[in-house]
């Protein structure tokens, strides 16, 4: 089939045909509801999907009143949007003055990062229609009660309070709830208007009570530890990582705008993906350093010394550096990859590959010299020329075994593709310097071994 679709008056695409480039489109669809909406769409070829980003922009950015954002979602992302975010909670007293500060830090993040995608939530505009009940705490005083009590009246009245639960064996626990007829309060006057009895027993109108105000807010109340929070979840560039984007807020951004008066009377912090980003960065860490003392004391036991292993170990800064210029290689030319939980494991998955070539060359040169009686020279010369075959045998075979993860194209690529760049280039740039770092290392501690 190939019919014409043209929304909100932009061309657009044939159904299921390939136009100017862009991968042919299998579905789309619409939805919406009270304060956001959808426009999604398929791709027939789901490794190009990404190509159609830039058709999407225009047209998510031409509803009037609306931030639009647009991005494809992740496997084990959580939550509408919640992926490679950035979100900026602003906390405080005062919608109005958390309102102005979420609006002067979407201005200043869109001009210090202008491919950003900022969508606040729930809004950074006070343009809702927002009821607000005052207590009147002298009459309340007289009556013997507090604004305690008025928010438990107005629970009751609205949508029900719960006041117990009943339980009897054998059957679960339901809640008791106290409220009035649904249909007898169908509007905010119909509240003010209302008789409520007091703790004396006497029937009072609730607007004796409170007066009614009604104002503009937001379309929901958020809370962040207490206080009143609107959140803007920033998504940087695809070229820009999570750590620069914080670095660039935490160290440009909210300090400039503290200077200038307008983060005043609010609390800035900064969550989601953040959080998670620093806490596996630190665990990350924490792995890799156990990696390489579980490995160092392992050797040391088979190798009965402590020196040896520390010259072996000399292997993983050429791993990390060969894994840094694979990964460099694959997103130069193949498709950019995030330096991302994966990306990291990669590192600790070199600290027990990388060392086995240098284990061989030592191992060998040791036995030469304790068992065939070589000189501490030609024991090193002998043992790199003889394990040079081994060596490069095994460790083709690996990068050649990673090769595909890191060429084939398809859905799911985006995850095993860093995970493959970081190994085969760690282990390839490893094993060519391995072949002179290890047998220089090993000339100046070989001698305290005895023929």
Avoid: C, W
């Avoid at 100017?20 to 769409?41: E, Q």
């Avoid at 007091?198 to 609730?206: A, D, E, I, K, R």
């Avoid at 350093?289 to 392992?298: E, G, M, R």
């Avoid at 003889?386 to 690529?413: A, D, K, N, Q």
């Amino acid at each position: 089939m190939g019919y014409d679709y043209r929304p909100f008056s932009t061309d657009f695409y044939r159904i299921n045909q390939s136009v100017d480039g862009y991968p042919a489109v299998k579905r789309l669809f619409y939805v919406a509801s009270g304060d956001f909406m959808i426009f999604g769409v398929i791709a027939a070829d789901d490794s190009r999907i990404k190509e159609l980003k830039p058709l999407l922009i225009p047209i998510v950015n031409s509803f009037p009143g609306i931030f639009g954002i647009t991005k494809q979602a992740g496997v084990f992302e959580q939550g509408l949007g919640k992926g490679r975010t950035i979100d900026v909670d602003i906390s405080g007293e005062k919608i109005e003055t958390i309102a102005n500060a979420g609006a002067a830090l979407f201005a200043a993040i869109k001009k210090a990062i202008p491919k950003a995608q900022i969508r606040p939530i729930p809004s950074i505009e006070l343009l809702y229609p927002e009821v607000l009940l005052q207590p009147n705490h002298d009459q309340l005083h007289q009556l013997e009660m507090d604004s305690l009590s008025l928010g438990i009246l107005a629970d009751v009245l609205l949508q029900g309070r719960k006041i117990g639960e009943f339980k009897s064996d054998g059957v679960k626990k339901i809640d008791m709830i106290l409220k009035t007829d649904q249909t007898s309060i169908q509007s905010p006057e119909d509240l003010y208007y209302s008789l409520v009895a007091t703790p004396s027993g006497h029937l009072v109108g609730f607007d004796t009570l409170a007066e009614l105000q009604q104002t503009n807010s937001i379309s929901e109340i958020r809370h962040y530890n207490g206080k009143r929070t609107i959140t803007l979840e920033v998504t940087p560039p695809q070229k820009m990582t999570l750590q620069e984007g914080m670095e660039l807020l935490q160290q440009d951004i909210f300090p400039e705008l503290q200077k200038g008066g307008q983060l005043s009377g609010v609390n800035i912090a900064l969550s989601g993906t953040t959080d998670k980003l620093t806490e596996t960065i630190d665990s990350m860490v924490i792995n890799l350093v156990l990696a390489i003392i579980i490995t160092y004391l392992l050797m040391s036991a088979l190798f009965a010394n402590f020196i040896y292993p520390l010259i072996i170990l000399f292997t993983l800064p050429l791993a990390a550096a060969g894994g840094f210029i694979g990964l460099a290689f694959t997103n130069h030319f193949l498709a950019l990859q995030p330096l991302d939980a994966l990306t990291m494991l990669g590192f600790v998955i070199l600290v027990g590959i990388v060392v086995n070539n240098a284990i061989l060359i030592v191992h060998q040169t040791l036995n030469l010299i304790r068992n065939e009686n070589y000189e501490h020279k030609e024991a090193i010369i002998e043992s790199t020329r003889s394990r040079l075959r081994p060596i490069f045998m095994s460790s083709l075979t690996s990068i050649f075994g990673m090769m595909p993860l890191i060429l084939s194209p398809g859905p799911g690529s985006e995850f095993y593709r860093d995970l493959g760049s970081v190994i085969t280039g760690g282990l390839a740039f490893s094993t060519l310097f391995t072949l002179f770092v290890i047998p220089s290392l090993l000339m100046f501690v070989i001698g305290m071994e005895k023929r």
